[in-house]
């Protein structure tokens, strides 16, 4: 059984916790950055759930950021080295660094607080579409 944590992190199906959740497996490759299957290729899962459903993932991603930040002034504060010209650089530079992850990540982990995981996701799917 695949962890819940590894499998949002890995951007995969929070239903079966093996199917991707989007096509381009790099967060990195911006021709598209968004495109997400219909359906989970493995359990059949339905990722387009209604619409506007992504819009809360703005909270999470909301979230990721102003953890990255929190990161970046303890990491100057304990280093010694906290002034608002570097805090305000390295910021910027973590944040568009870690954005296109973060923009996905969060989409993985709303999708995840909404569909539970199930272990015969798969072979359940299987045996719809055998039938």
């Excluded at 950055?33 to 992504?54: A, V």
């Amino acid at each position: 059984m695949p962890k819940a944590l590894p499998s949002v992190l890995q951007l995969k199906c929070p239903k079966c916790r093996e199917g991707d959740l989007f096509v381009n497996k790099s967060s990195y490759k911006y021709k598209g950055f968004f495109d997400m299957p219909k359906r989970c290729l493995k359990c059949g899962q339905d990722f387009e759930i209604e619409t506007g459903f992504y819009y809360g993932a703005m909270y999470v991603s909301y979230a990721l950021t102003i953890a990255i930040t929190v990161a970046v002034f303890v990491a100057l504060t304990v280093f010694n080295a906290f002034s608002i010209i570097p805090f305000l650089i390295f910021d910027v530079i973590a944040l568009v660094l870690t954005m296109p992850y973060v923009t996905r990540v969060s989409r993985s982990i709303w999708i995840a607080l909404m569909i539970k995981y199930d272990a015969n996701a798969i072979k359940n799917h299987e045996r719809k579409t055998q039938s």
